[in-house]
């Protein structure tokens, strides 16, 4: 089935600095990548929504500049946190949809950012 | 705006036992997905079942079975003869066939099961 492999699994880094998450899929073409913060024991929240080749589009509240968001090719997307701040420490997933034909989704295994 | 509901934060089931997991969800449209999604504590998401609305007979996947009223905008999950590795958090979530491909997720409902 189709595959998108996220990394890194875990992060830690120093406040102020940025650090970057990669989605690659694996067996297919993600035309559309959809990336996701989780908090503990609560539910997925959409971040933005990416298509190949364009910009992404954000979901209100979250700020583009601070969450940057690339999707250039069809197999892989980035978010790059960037001047991270301990209040972005968080579990963020990303999700692409599986292609034309198939209403279904594939996500990636996560990655834990803290901020120290 | 869709919205869908878990109305269930918890649950608990004895091994073996049978347990239904509760969502309701709000639209105006007619021809959408809806899914249940389980997060064990790995997190990674994992897809249990998805039903196409068009479809009035309900989805079953092994185990995993689901009571879809369309009328009533409710879509229940049944887990039957329920296992140690099905507890987790299971999510249910909506998608909208028109107006794009977002998911909307529910507030998930974690289970719990007794050995």
């Known amino acids: 089935g189709a595959v998108v492999s996220q990394h890194p699994s875990r992060v830690i880094c120093k406040s102020g600095t940025s650090v970057k998450i990669e989605c690659r899929s694996l067996?297919?073409?993600?035309?559309?990548m959809f990336w996701y913060r989780q908090f503990p024991k609560q539910s997925l929240m959409l971040m933005a929504t990416?298509?190949?080749?364009?910009?992404?589009?954000?979901e209100q509240g979250v700020e583009k500049d601070k969450f940057l968001i690339n999707h250039a090719s069809l197999t892989l997307s980035t978010l790059t946190v960037t001047s991270a701040h301990p209040e972005d420490s968080s579990f963020y997933i990303c999700s692409a949809l599986v292609g034309p034909g198939d209403y279904g989704y594939t996500f990636g295994s996560g990655t834990r950012l803290t901020v120290v | 705006a869709q919205t869908v509901t878990q109305s269930q934060p918890e649950m608990s089931v004895q091994e073996a036992e049978t347990v239904t997991l509760s969502c309701t969800y709000d639209t105006s449209e007619s021809d959408y997905y809806l899914f249940w999604y389980k997060q064990p504590p790995s997190r990674q998401m994992i897809l249990v079942i998805r039903q196409e609305a068009y479809k009035q007979q309900n989805a079953t996947e092994n185990r995993f079975s689901v009571n879809f009223q369309k009328a009533a905008k409710s879509f229940s999950l049944k887990i039957s003869d329920s296992q140690l590795g099905d507890a987790a958090m299971y999510f249910c979530?909506?998608?909208?066939?028109?107006?794009?491909?977002?998911?909307?997720f529910g507030e998930g409902t974690q289970l719990t099961v007794n050995p």
């Open positions: 990416s298509n190949e080749g364009s910009k992404a589009t954000y």
């Open positions: 979530a909506y998608r909208n066939l028109i107006s794009g491909s977002r998911l909307t």
């Open positions: 067996d297919f073409q993600a035309t559309t």
